[in-house]
Nanobody, 115 residues
Framework: QVQLVESGGGLMQAGGSLRLSCAASARTFSIEPMAWYRQAPGKQRDFVAR???????VYAGSVKGRFTISRDNAKNMVYLQMNSLKPEDTAVYYC?????????WGQGTQVTVSS
């Protein structure tokens, strides 16, 4: 069973930056597209960004130009650099496979942005 461990969240003021990290135990990690998702209180989990196995990124419109997804296949790690944070970015952030997410989600990491 794949284990996903997200970290790096915190409380930030609007305009600040955070870098999230995700460690994945999947043996097939290097050939899998990976993605970040987020879930705000009372809302469904939404797509944030995806990166292909070769490093090509795709972003949700709401974060394009502010967030950068990256990966280190040698370490089975995925990252999300978040700049120019806005209060509407407040959510629990999760990583998972970028297509057909694994059934076992991590605990997520809370990001709270104050105005």
């Amino acid at each position: 069973q794949v284990q996903l461990v997200e970290s790096g969240g915190g409380l930030m003021q609007a305009g600040g930056s955070l870098r999230l990290s995700c460690a994945a135990s999947a043996r097939t990690f290097s050939i899998e597209p990976m993605a970040w998702y987020r879930q705000a209180p009372g809302k469904q989990r939404d797509f944030v960004a995806r990166i292909s196995s070769s490093g090509n990124p795709v972003y949700a419109g709401s974060v394009k130009g502010r967030f950068t997804i990256s990966r280190d296949n040698a370490k089975n790690m995925v990252y999300l650099q978040m700049n120019s944070l806005k209060p509407e970015d407040t959510a629990v952030y999760y990583c998972n496979r970028g297509s057909s997410p694994w059934s076992s989600w991590g605990q997520g990491t809370q990001v709270t942005v104050s105005s």
